[in-house]
């Protein structure tokens, strides 16, 4: 199981950019995936995720209304589109799979078994 994420970059306070996650190994319709994120000496924190049925999507309070996750089966990928971005939001961005966890569990990062890499999303103000 392999995924691999693009689409960061550097972009001014108050842009947009489009994250892509696209996994491989095996069929991920039926598993849970989420996005984390870290900046430098912090944790890594939960951003959003989406459930596996597509329906059920849990955002960061510091993300909603601007942050929107979605996913297509059919190509194995899951984005994460990042409107209005701030300073705050520079970090490595990683998406995470798991199959079918606990609605409680999906912001936690151990409950994700598989990861990326990362992609570098910087925000100038």
């Known amino acids: 199981v392999q995924l691999q994420a693009s689409g960061g970059g550097l972009v001014q306070a108050g842009g947009s950019l489009r994250l892509s996650c696209v996994a491989s190994g095996r069929t991920f319709r039926d598993w849970d995936m989420g996005w984390f994120r870290q900046a430098p000496g912090k944790e890594r924190e939960f951003v959003a995720c989406?459930?596996?049925?597509?329906?059920?999507?849990i955002y960061a309070d510091s993300v909603k209304g601007r942050f929107t996750i979605s996913r297509e089966n059919a190509k194995n990928t899951v984005y994460l589109q990042m409107n209005s971005l701030e300073p705050d939001d520079t970090a490595v961005y990683y998406c995470?799979?798991?199959?079918?966890?606990?609605?409680?569990?999906?912001?936690?990062?151990?409950?994700?078994?598989?990861w990326g890499q990362g992609t570098q999303v910087t925000v100038s103000s």
């Open positions: 989406m459930r596996y049925s597509g329906g059920a999507r």
């Open positions: 995470a799979t798991t199959p079918r966890v606990a609605y409680s569990a999906l912001a936690i990062p151990s409950s994700y078994h598989y």
